[in-house]
């Protein structure tokens, strides 16, 4: 899942502006200028929050074309006086870069922030709220990258509740898009003892200098940023089942895997088909998701030959249980029993409705995403909300850092 799997709601089009209406107005006008992938830009004014229409992924020259077109139509209709700018946290974000270079007070934000403020803005169930934000990738406060996260949010701050383990990504932006890249690195830290000999699912199919290449690099930890992503382990699972090697589109890995599960998937109670998995508590600091006691079960499912339809419906319905559990324990914790599911790897109808169902049955609201996508296309919207929050209370601060 890079930023999508499929079959999501009906949600922003990609060539409408949309219009949010608010509960209440915002004490500051704000211009947000959204992410890279799918970006959009929010200006908020008053009660209300407009956002244009998809422009694209920025690094596509006609995608930064229609970007800056927005800008100047923005400037030349004096909509941007007086404005606050709001932009990702990523440092070397195009929109991000963009935004700094504006003679105007700027407020960095968390991506998986606005994400969940995003949602239930847009769903109108009022903060604070708990997050379940998935994705492939956002920048973290701690520079790792971002994408399997429970955040308890505020308009203006939010704590990082529980989050997958971390894994290295060897080859960073490679690992997006050849699925064998995260595979290694997960089966390393679950099988340390056999990962080099293993050739489970797709990995018989990738060469074998390519794959010493990134053993080698993945023992020396060279070019291997650490990731929290959901969308990464999806893609990890997809190669280890022998469902894509290659992410030659979007969300390929996430759909085949999405797919496969699709027919078996509907048991009433899909929390017992779940593999084992733990969630390891901090005495300081968030909770860890650790996802090998999964991906060894995964391994033996292969080696027995299971049918991969099979594994498939259990993986989807262990990602709901170890998400669903985390955010039971930060609503237990916080006292607020409202939770938003964003982020791309929501465009998943299984893990949406998966979520959704034992999240209502445990007695939480639970907010999604309406007229915008749960993808990057609506961080703008909850970057505008955060943005308006952060300097109506003061003109210092940073909703990028945690409370």
Partial sequence: MNDAASSSPPAAGATDSIRVRLGSPMTTNVLAVGADLKNTIALGHGSEIRITAVHGDLADSSSYRRF???MDAIHAG???DACVVAHDLHPTYLSATFARRLTRQKVAIQHHHAHAVSCATDSGVPLPIVGIVCDGTGYGTDGAIWGGEVLLCHAESFRRIAHLDYF???GGDAAATWTWRPALALLRAALPDRWHSLEVGALADVP????????????????????????????????ITGLCLHNDFEGKAAI???????????????????YPYEILRETDGPARIDWR???RAIVADMYARLDVSLIAVRFHSTVVAMLASAAEQAARESGFHRVALSGGCFHNVLLRAGLRDVLEAEGHTVALHDRVSCGDAGLSLGQAVIAAAVTGQSLEGDSGKED
């Fill in 78 to 80: 004096g909509e941007d």
């Fill in 208 to 239: 074998s200098a390519e794959r010493r290449i990134v053993e080698r690099q993945l023992d020396a930890g060279l070019n291997t940023p650490r990731s929290s992503s959901l969308g990464r382990l999806f893609d990890a699972v997809a190669c």
């Fill in 68 to 70: 800056h077109a927005s």
């Fill in 256 to 274: 085949a895997l999405q797919t496969a599960a699709e027919p078996q998937w509907g048991s009433e109670d899909v929390i017992a088909e779940a």
């Fill in 293 to 295: 006691p999964m991906i």
């Fill in 168 to 170: 290295p990504l060897p």
